[in-house]
T-cell receptor, first 114, second 112 residues
């Protein structure tokens, strides 16, 4: 079965420090992977995606993610966290190229403290 | 959220009542999706539509119904058969052949 896992319910980091939000995947074929962010009572905002090509993907708001095929991981990173980065982050896989159905991780709450 | 609107922001349902959630997009996207979000869980797919006048069940379609009469609109009805409707409902859309989905701001459904 195809799946996306986010092993941490919550990540705490001090403002200015680097942050990492972890994601591992199990999808068939060539994986299409995404990161979305959700602020309270809002919809999901697209951050970045990996389809093919460079393993390091750069996205919005200074975020980047590294695709690692051997470890089946797609961790989200940022060199210097901001308090405004505090939100719920979803790692998402693409399950089917025909239907567009997505596979969502459980979400990780990022808390950045001043 | 731009280009995809959902209304209302909050919706209250009484026992035995059907309610309809609106989703409209002006992005000329081909496919539209409805998801349900519960605390501590990822999003779960309710229904999706890839073209007008056609739609398919997702993973948790029981107790819900949809229609796709216009390209820009994909309303979701939560019927009285849905026994646990309290959740945050998200609509999304995308262009055919492109993988990225874009989400609306969501509707929170509460039961009185």
């Amino acid at each position: 079965a195809q799946s996306v896992a986010q092993p941490e319910d919550q990540v705490n980091v001090a403002e200015g420090n680097p942050l990492t939000v972890k994601c591992t995947y199990s999808v068939s074929g060539n994986p299409y992977l995404f990161w979305y962010v959700q602020y309270p009572n809002r919809g999901l905002q697209f951050l970045l995606k990996y389809i093919t090509g460079d393993n390091l993907v750069k996205g919005s708001y200074g975020f980047e993610a590294e695709f690692n095929k051997s470890q089946t991981s797609f961790h989200l990173k940022k060199p210097s966290a901001l308090v405004s980065d505090s939100a719920l982050y979803f790692c998402v896989g693409h399950g089917s190229s025909n239907t567009g159905k997505l596979i969502f991780g459980q979400g990780t709450t990022l808390q950045v403290k001043p | 959220d731009g280009g995809i609107t959902q209304s209302p922001k909050y919706l209250f349902r009484k026992e035995g009542q059907n309610v309809t959630l609106s989703c409209e997009q002006n992005l000329n996207h081909d496919a539209m999706y409805w998801y349900r979000q519960d605390p501590g869980q990822g999003l779960r797919l309710i229904y999706y539509s890839q073209i007008v006048n056609d739609f398919q069940k997702g993973d948790i379609a029981e107790g819900y119904s949809v229609s796709r009469e216009k390209k820009e609109s994909f309303p979701l009805t939560v019927t009285s058969a849905q026994k646990n409707p309290t959740a945050f409902y998200l609509c999304a859309s995308k262009v055919a052949g492109v993988e990225t989905q874009y989400f609306g701001p969501g509707t929170r459904l509460l039961v009185l």
